[in-house]
């Protein structure tokens, strides 16, 4: 059970008293830069057509910043160079692209693909996905305009591929006390089809089927392991969050997750153990004449047929059902009903199995057809041999519940048992014990998230009344409970931004001293916060007469282009813009 916390504001960094944003017709400096490469703007197939399909084409900003760097920026072209922006040179004639790694291009088409994603996982880390299953980790060295040192690739898996599409989200590098191994740990979100999901337990716990929801967010947990100077897979865990994912980061140091989403979600995979409740000894090695007949059987020269029963509501997806040359396992929802070794081998090409109203056929072809089974399953006594389907039948009516999953009907659940799907929470998930140990419900909209320092988990930003809650995760390192600290506000924003519908990117600098909404198209709005120091119009309070230096203000800019954003990011002094073709630079502040 998780334990519930609180998001509390801290009330000094909150200003009862804000009167709005004053509009200031002061023109700012935009410089207009064309990109060496356009860049890359992949759009959904026929076939991605879902909610969350669009959201993770439509919203993902092709603009990086580096934690490690205030200097530099980075996007990826659509030949798939990766290009360090030197921000400095923002500001002349002869602004600075270089090209620092050509990812390797294995198809041609790149039909249903993610953009290309990046991410820093340390000072001279990154981890690179082409966006369609292959994974990169690449040496940068030293990312400044200064240095000339190209980048390297060090390891490249296919992990997490199969030629799905992927998005890297986050990632973090981690070095044990000994300094003797570095863990990576990357977070990879994907869109599949349900029918396509690997699970170790049923996706109708978390409410899934075919006609409702096609297709769910699935986040890939991957670790690495570095030592003796070569790169390793580690570890996978798989994560199912069907009705979407709005946040998710690594914790320092590393050891477990925080993400903002709608319940029901959980783990459907681990590389390293099942997560399907396991099959009780008492259950497999009970004496024979004390054990209810759980599956049937039967066998002939060509083959091994095995039945078992559950409720007549029963689909495919409430089932995990794994045939191999020597095993079988069912898995029904999160419980293990079979799993162990055959008395000998299959061809597991033409084995198959059936499901129909509730009764589950598995049809085994012998590899060796002059052998006799004495047993289906090594040290498995709930089962029975029988002569035909007829006996079967027979055995299924006599054991009224054996073997069979609890049934319930939904007219027997009170209201308060109906769980909410509109609400989002905070969630901390713990990597060693598969388990959420913490949870917030938000009282608010997620507006945006935004970079924090090295190390840190990004923060994000909430809507608190009218306005904007910045977040920070806290990591695992401090000793008090884990929660997330209230670290700057935005005045007014949530108010702001609901009434932006055509509002595509909202970002802040580090000094959280203005905000900007972007646009799809042409035009941007900055909210200076009165703490900003920028220069400005001085203004008078006319009822005292007093002279008001720092007030919050708001401008407007139209951008000249007739492009779609593709990118937004913010600095303490620029605001980038980044559509196919240019790159805008906006000096915001002159400090």
């Given at each position: 059970?998780?334990?519930?916390?609180?998001?509390?504001?801290?009330?000094?960094?909150?200003?009862?008293?804000?009167?709005?944003?004053?509009?200031?017709?002061?023109?700012?400096?935009?410089?207009?830069?064309?990109?060496?490469?356009?860049?890359?703007?992949?759009?959904?197939?026929e076939?991605?057509?879902?909610?969350?399909?669009?959201?993770?084409?439509?919203?993902?900003?092709h603009?990086?910043?580096?934690?490690?760097?205030?200097?530099?920026?980075?996007?990826?072209?659509?030949?798939?160079?990766?290009?360090?922006?030197?921000?400095?040179?923002?500001?002349?004639?002869?602004?600075?692209?270089?090209?620092?790694?050509?990812?390797?291009?294995?198809?041609?088409?790149?039909?249903?693909?993610?953009?290309?994603?990046?991410?820093?996982?340390?000072?001279?880390?990154?981890?690179?996905?082409?966006?369609?299953?292959?994974?990169?980790?690449?040496?940068?060295?030293?990312?400044?305009?200064?240095?000339?040192?190209?980048?390297?690739?060090?390891?490249?898996?296919?992990?997490?591929?199969?030629?799905?599409?992927?998005?890297?989200?986050?990632?973090?590098?981690?070095?044990?006390?000994?300094?003797?191994?570095?863990?990576?740990?990357v977070?990879?979100?994907?869109?599949e089809?349900?029918?396509?999901?690997?699970?170790?337990?049923?996706?109708?716990?978390?409410?899934?089927?075919?006609?409702?929801?096609?297709?769910?967010?699935?986040?890939?947990?991957?670790?690495?392991?570095h030592?003796?100077?070569?790169?390793?897979?580690?570890?996978?865990?798989?994560?199912?969050?069907?009705h979407?994912?709005?946040?998710?980061?690594?914790?320092?140091?590393?050891?477990?997750?925080?993400l903002?989403?709608?319940?029901?979600?959980?783990?459907?995979?681990?590389?390293?153990?099942?997560?399907?409740?396991?099959?009780?000894?008492?259950?497999?090695?009970?004496?024979?004449?004390?054990?209810?007949?759980?599956?049937?059987?039967?066998?002939?020269?060509?083959?091994?047929?095995?039945?078992?029963?559950f409720?007549?509501?029963?689909?495919?997806?409430?089932?995990?059902?794994?045939?191999?040359?020597?095993?079988?396992?069912?898995?029904?929802k999160?419980?293990?009903?079979?799993?162990?070794?055959?008395?000998?081998?299959?061809?597991?090409?033409?084995?198959t199995?059936?499901?129909?109203?509730?009764?589950?056929?598995?049809?085994?072809?012998?590899?060796?057809?002059?052998?006799?089974?004495?047993?289906?399953?090594?040290?498995?006594?709930?089962?029975?041999?029988?002569?035909?389907?007829?006996?079967?039948?027979?055995?299924?009516?006599?054991?009224?519940?054996?073997?069979?999953?609890?049934?319930?009907?939904?007219?027997?659940?009170?209201?308060?048992?109906?769980?909410?799907?509109?609400?989002?929470?905070?969630?901390?998930?713990?990597?060693?014990?598969?388990?959420?140990?913490?949870?917030?419900?938000?009282?608010?909209?997620?507006?945006?998230?935004?970079?924090?320092?090295?190390?840190?988990?990004?923060?994000?930003?909430?809507?608190?009344?009218?306005?904007?809650?910045?977040?920070q995760?806290?990591?695992?390192?401090?000793?008090?409970?884990?929660?997330?600290?209230?670290?700057?506000?935005?005045?007014?924003?949530?108010?702001?931004?609901?009434s932006?519908?055509?509002?595509?990117?909202?970002?802040?600098?580090?000094?959280?001293?203005?905000?900007?909404?972007?646009?799809?198209?042409?035009?941007?709005?900055?909210?200076?916060?009165?703490?900003?120091?920028?220069?400005g119009v001085?203004?008078?309070?006319?009822?005292?007469?007093?002279?008001?230096?720092?007030?919050?203000?708001?401008?407007?800019?139209?951008?000249?282009?007739?492009?779609?954003?593709?990118?937004?990011?913010?600095?303490?002094?620029?605001?980038?813009?980044?559509?196919?073709?240019?790159?805008?630079?906006?000096?915001?502040?002159?400090?």
């Amino acid at each position: 059970m998780e334990q519930l916390f609180e998001l509390r504001p801290r009330k000094d960094l909150l200003d009862p008293t804000f009167e709005g944003y004053k509009l200031s017709l002061d023109s700012l400096p935009v410089y207009k830069h064309e990109v060496p490469v356009a860049v890359e703007h992949l759009k959904p197939n026929e076939e991605q057509f879902s909610f969350q399909h669009v959201k993770t084409f439509g919203l993902h900003n092709h603009l990086i910043d580096d934690p490690w760097s205030d200097e530099v920026a980075f996007f990826i072209s659509k030949d798939l160079q990766i290009f360090m922006i030197n921000l400095h040179s923002l500001v002349s004639q002869s602004p600075e692209f270089k090209s620092v790694w050509q990812l390797p291009r294995h198809l041609e088409s790149r039909d249903g693909w993610f953009n290309a994603s990046l991410s820093f996982a340390g000072p001279d880390l990154a981890v690179v996905t082409d966006g369609g299953g292959v994974l990169h980790i690449v040496d940068t060295g030293v990312r400044t305009p200064a240095n000339s040192h190209l980048w390297q690739a060090k390891f490249s898996s296919e992990d997490l591929g199969n030629s799905e599409p992927f998005k890297i989200t986050h990632s973090m590098l981690n070095t044990t006390e000994s300094n003797q191994s570095e863990t990576l740990s990357v977070l990879a979100l994907k869109v599949e089809s349900i029918d396509k999901v690997e699970s170790q337990i049923a996706l109708s716990v978390f409410g899934c089927s075919e006609k409702e929801t096609p297709f769910i967010n699935c986040l890939e947990w991957v670790q690495y392991e570095h030592v003796d100077g070569h790169w390793s897979f580690k570890q996978l865990k798989r994560l199912a969050i069907p009705h979407g994912l709005d946040y998710a980061s690594i914790l320092s140091p590393g050891k477990a997750l925080c993400l903002i989403a709608r319940e029901p979600l959980g783990i459907i995979f681990d590389s390293k153990k099942n997560v399907a409740a396991p099959l009780e000894n008492n259950e497999t090695m009970q004496d024979e004449t004390e054990t209810k007949v759980a599956y049937t059987w039967t066998e002939s020269p060509e083959e091994v047929t095995v039945w078992m029963t559950f409720d007549k509501q029963t689909s495919k997806h409430d089932l995990v059902v794994k045939i191999e040359s020597q095993t079988l396992k069912v898995v029904y929802k999160q419980q293990t009903y079979l799993d162990g070794e055959l008395a000998h081998p299959i061809s597991v090409g033409s084995s198959t199995w059936t499901l129909l109203d509730g009764k589950l056929e598995f049809i085994l072809s012998k590899v060796d057809k002059s052998l006799s089974w004495n047993h289906l399953i090594q040290s498995d006594l709930r089962g029975r041999k029988v002569l035909d389907a007829e006996t079967a039948a027979d055995y299924e009516s006599q054991a009224e519940g054996g073997g069979r999953p609890p049934v319930f009907s939904s007219e027997q659940l009170e209201e308060c048992d109906d769980m909410p799907m509109d609400e989002s929470c905070v969630f901390r998930f713990d990597g060693e014990t598969n388990k959420f140990t913490h949870k917030a419900i938000l009282s608010g909209q997620l507006l945006f998230f935004t970079q924090s320092a090295p190390g840190l988990a990004p923060a994000f930003c909430l809507r608190h009344d009218v306005d904007g809650l910045i977040w920070q995760p806290m990591g695992d390192e401090l000793e008090q409970s884990w929660g997330c600290l209230h670290t700057a506000a935005l005045q007014a924003l949530g108010y702001i931004q609901a009434s932006k519908e055509q509002r595509k990117f909202t970002v802040a600098p580090p000094n959280m001293t203005y905000a900007a909404l972007c646009d799809a198209f042409s035009h941007v709005y900055i909210y200076r916060q009165s703490n900003c120091t920028s220069t400005g119009v001085e203004m008078v309070h006319r009822p005292t007469g007093r002279r008001v230096g720092n007030i919050a203000r708001q401008q407007v800019l139209n951008i000249d282009s007739s492009e779609e954003c593709l990118g937004a990011l913010a600095t303490n002094s620029f605001l980038l813009l980044l559509t196919s073709s240019s790159l805008f630079s906006i000096r915001v502040n002159s400090d």
